[in-house]
């Protein structure tokens, strides 16, 4: 039983530290979030054994999401050599930069195996298609077209000149300060449901609720402070008029 999870861990820290020295090469931490949806898609194909139908609608789910997301990250914010500011922000509170960065890629590996729990169980077992998996499916294209959607609107807001140093506060972006984080978390909340009818599928709850802490206490709480310094009182008026993650459609 331990085997299994031995062999993801070493497959990941060997992507990671590869990850790491491409970070080494380019001077850019932010390959890091790129790499980290690359990285459960490898960890997929190498849990996946396609036998039945929910095998393969799977495999298909993880990979429409790993390339939309690394896709996007690496076209908006690698290849024009944007820093993102939470490394930055890091790494101005650490003695030994280079390994600092490596521990935190390690680290990040760690998790994608937790958050790859959400597809485990699928591939190691012959269930079908139930009621809940159905609706998993569903919420998984929902949680896409929204995250699809707030990307998208974000990208724009921040390419027009006229908008710099201004909080982006329109669409999605109105009803949630985090509406990105939001719908990644349905997502993954997705990929459990599919496991629900497979052998211990239950436990695949172990990645949405992983995803949601690190994002809701970790992430979101980073990204807020740089905010609250690039853009001061603007912030701080849209943090007390804005939900922090669950969007209220009905803000008016």
């Known amino acids: 039983m331990i085997a299994p999870f031995v062999t993801q861990w070493l497959i990941i820290v060997l992507f990671m530290t590869s990850v790491w020295l491409l970070y080494l090469w380019k001077k850019n931490p932010g390959i890091v979030d790129v790499a980290w ?26 990979m429409i999401w790993s390339l939309r997301l690394s896709g996007y990250l ?19 509170h ?17 998790l994608q195996i937790l958050l790859s729990a959400g597809f485990y ?6 269930a079908e298609f139930t009621g809940v998996t159905l609706i998993g499916a569903l919420l998984f294209f929902l949680g896409l077209t929204g995250e699809i959607l707030a990307d998208y609107q974000l990208y724009k807001f921040k390419k027009n000149p006229a908008h710099k140093g201004q909080v982006c ?39 949405p609720v992983t995803l949601f802490i690190i994002m809701y206490f970790v ?14 009182d603007a912030f701080k008026d849209y943090m007390n008029n804005t939900p922090y993650f669950l969007p209220n459609i009905f803000k008016k």
């Open 121 to 126: 169980f699928i591939f190691h077992d012959t």
């Open 37 to 62: 949806a690359i990285g459960i898609l490898i960890l997929a194909i190498h849990h996946a054994r396609p036998t039945t139908p929910l095998h393969y609608l799977t495999l298909g789910l993880v």
């Open 74 to 92: 690496f076209f908006t914010r690698i290849l024009k050599g944007h820093k993102d500011k939470r490394y930055l922000s890091l790494e101005s």
């Open 219 to 232: 992430t979101g709480p980073i990204t807020e402070k740089e905010s609250l310094v690039s853009r001061g």
């Open 169 to 207: 506060n329109k669409g999605l972006w109105y009803c949630s300060r985090h509406p990105n984080y939001f719908f990644e978390c349905l997502i993954w909340t997705a990929f459990a449901l599919l496991s629900f009818g497979s052998n211990n599928g239950f436990l695949a709850i172990i990645s």
């Open 94 to 110: 650490w003695n030994h930069k280079k390994l600092a960065y490596f521990v935190n890629y390690q680290f990040q590996g760690i």
